[in-house]
Nanobody, 116 residues
Framework: QVQLVESGGGLVQPGGSLRLSCAGSGFTFDMHYMRWYRQTPGKERELVAGIDRPGSTTDYADSVKGRFTISRDNAKKTVYLQMNALKPEDMAVYYC?????????WGQGTQVTVSA
């Protein structure tokens, strides 16, 4: 079955870095646009970044441009989110997403906490 499994979240100080990973299985990974979203309690899920199938075109929310980098390794069926210069407002649960066979698919999420 389709699975997206995120990892790499944790506690980091403001200004620090984390790299999130999302491993996909059960679908043809390299045929799908991949996205990272984030969500904080009481707020809607926010699109953070997206990457096309070959990994040549990326898109970012204004709030993370210049600090976050999305990338993918199709051989490993994994998409990454490198997060630098983290701010307290980046604290959220981060989710990997793909639209597969017309359905939004989500991972379980990974918590990112930014605190001194």
């Amino acid at each position: 079955q389709v699975q997206l499994v995120e990892s790499g979240g944790g506690l980091v100080q403001p200004g620090g870095s984390l790299r999130l990973s999302c491993a996909g299985s059960g679908f043809t990974f390299d045929m799908h646009y991949m996205r990272w979203y984030r969500q904080t309690p009481g707020k809607e899920r926010e699109l953070v970044a997206g990457i096309d199938r070959p990994g040549s075109t990326t898109d970012y929310a204004d709030s993370v441009k210049g600090r976050f980098t999305i990338s993918r390794d199709n051989a490993k069926k994994t998409v990454y989110l490198q997060m630098n210069a983290l701010k307290p407002e980046d604290m959220a649960v981060y989710y990997c997403n793909a639209v597969i066979w017309g359905l939004d698919r989500w991972g379980q999420g990974t918590q990112v906490t930014v605190s001194a």
